[in-house]
């Protein structure tokens, strides 16, 4: 199993209440039910308001490195994702477990 963590950050300026990030946050809500790669899907909002923290966070698994590959690439991942760039910077870890 291959665990998928991504960290965001918003831009300087732009809050949780923006209808980008609404938008945003909801087709990452609304993805764990649509891509079958997806063994595990958790993301949401940081409850913290340590200046290191980051804003929303995702935490899921796929099978192996041909599940994470046609995660990355499914569309409904690409539109998610693609809705973020607007608004946000980001980190990635991808570990076995």
């Known amino acids: 199993m291959i665990r998928h963590l991504v960290l965001f950050k918003l831009n ?4 949780r209440d923006d209808p980008r990030v609404v938008a945003g946050a909801d087709a990452f809500f609304a993805l764990g039910d649509r891509i079958e790669e997806l063994r ?13 923290a980051y804003d929303f966070a995702i935490n899921s698994a796929v ?7 046609r995660y990355v690439e499914h569309p409904a991942h690409q539109a998610a994702a693609g809705q973020w760039r607007e608004f946000a910077t980001w980190v990635i870890a991808d570990y076995e477990f």
């Open 63 to 69: 099978e192996d490195t041909d599940a994470l590959k």
């Open 12 to 15: 300087d300026g732009v809050g």
């Open 40 to 52: 595990s899907w958790e993301c949401g909002w940081n409850i913290t308001d340590r200046p290191i």
